[in-house]
Structures are given as structure tokens and as C-alpha cells.
């Protein structure tokens, strides 16, 4: 299930960097959890309708923002936060809030899946160091696979058949190197196929792929 939450103009200019802004606000509206400490079985997009100038972004027709969960009790949370405390930052305020299910997927035909936020594919490596991995490495194909296979089993559900690939043949696909509380990702904007159930693809488009979705990356349009 996922919410999208139409924001006033801003006042003030949105910085690139803000996701921070985004995911604390997400918590101040849950309230007291523990959402942010393992493995994320949600996602959020990044702001919708910027316009962008050298120095950060503005919404003067307002901004689109969807945050998804499989957790209803989440999202009831979420909008119970949104309704007592509706204020984020930049003078921005949510002033609509609409629910959407996913999509009705295919259970036989491979689907493609657009990406809203870019999508970040890391590993940790023997040196304790991360690799981050862009959709031209033939590996990311596998790691966003074992990836998802992981949180189909966090969430109780058969991870049987599923395979995720980027899509390489998008003619506008591209890296963007995202900074987030001083750390440097280098990500990757590009459509992901995926083959599994249609309960499978619901969930991706849920939960998100990749790494870190949980603080921005890797949402589902």
C-alpha cells in the first residue's frame, strides 16, 4: 500500500541534500519505532515537480512525495502524524493525502519497474570498506536479487523465482552521486525488470529495490 502526500509551495529553497528532512519527518510522524534500525520492509520517493537552479530546488506548483509499507498499522501511523503535525520544512505543509494499491502485475510476463529515486546497489567488502555497484556493473543484477529475495523473507513470503535485472537498454539512464549526512552513494537512475509472482512484484513495488530504501533510495514510481 502506499500514500502520496501533496505538499504546499515551498517558501524557503529545498536543498539537494535534504533527504534527511524527509526521513525524520516520516518518524516524527510514526512516533516512537524502531523502523530505521534493520532491514527496511518500506520506501519513499524523493520530492516530485522540482525545478532545480544551481543552488537547490523549488515546487512552486507544490510537490507529489509517496511513502509505501506492507505494514497497514505503518501507514495508519503515518497519517495520523501527518493529520496532528502536517508542517515538514521550507515552508512546506502536506495538504492532501491519498491512498493507492499496487498495480495489478502479471504472474507469467516479466515487468518493468520505474524508478522515482535512484537506486543504490552496495556491499560491504573484507576491508570493512562499502563497494557501491552502478547498473553497468553485470553484478548489480545479482545483488539487487539477493537483496530482494532477503526482505520477501523478512516479510514472511516465498522468495522462490524471483530475479531483478536494470534495465540497460534505457536510453536516459544515469549515475548520481547522492551525499546523505556526509556520506557519498553513488546510485543509479534506471528501470528494473523483475520476474516473480504478482504477489512478488506488489511487494517490490512496496518495499523498493536496492539498498537504503528506508532513507530514500531505490522507490518505485
Not at 87 to 114: C, H, Q, Y
Not at 131 to 139: A, E, N, R
Not at 141 to 146: P, Q, V
Not at 183 to 194: A, G, H, K, L, Q
Amino acid at each position: 500500500m502506499r500514500i502520496v502526500l501533496k505538499l504546499s509551495p515551498n517558501q524557503v529553497e529545498v536543498p539537494f541534500d535534504h533527504l534527511p528532512v524527509l526521513a525524520g519527518a516520516l518518524h516524527k510522524w510514526l512516533g516512537p519505532n524502531t523502523e530505521h534500525d534493520g532491514l527496511s520492509l518500506y520506501s519513499f520517493s524523493w520530492l516530485q515537480n522540482g525545478q532545480a537552479s544551481r543552488s537547490g530546488l523549488r515546487f512552486p506548483k507544490g510537490a507529489l512525495w509517496a511513502v509505501s509499507a506492507i505494514d497497514s498499522d505503518f501507514l495508519r501511523r503515518s497519517i495520523e502524524g501527518v493529520l496532528s503535525e502536517p508542517d515538514i520544512r521550507w515552508g512546506m505543509r502536506v495538504e492532501e493525502v491519498t491512498i493507492k494499491i499496487p498495480p495489478a502485475f502479471s504472474d507469467i510476463e516479466e515487468n518493468r519497474l520505474l524508478v522515482s529515486s535512484p537506486v543504490l546497489v552496495k556491499r560491504k567488502m573484507p576491508d570493512l570498506n562499502e563497494k557501491h555497484y552502478i547498473y553497468t556493473d553485470l553484478d548489480s543484477d545479482a545483488l539487487l536479487t539477493e537483496t530482494m529475495q532477503r526482505k520477501l523473507r523478512a516479510a514472511g513470503l516465498d522468495d522462490a523465482g524471483v530475479s531483478l535485472r536494470f534495465d540497460r537498454d534505457y536510453p536516459k539512464a544515469k549515475t548520481q552521486l547522492v551525499k546523505y549526512r556526509n556520506i557519498e552513494n553513488r546510485c543509479s537512475y534506471c528501470p528494473v525488470w523483475m520476474t516473480g509472482t504478482a504477489e512478488q512484484k506488489a511487494f517490490a513495488w512496496t518495499v523498493g529495490v536496492g539498498n537504503s530504501t528506508g532513507i530514500g533510495f531505490g522507490a518505485i514510481l
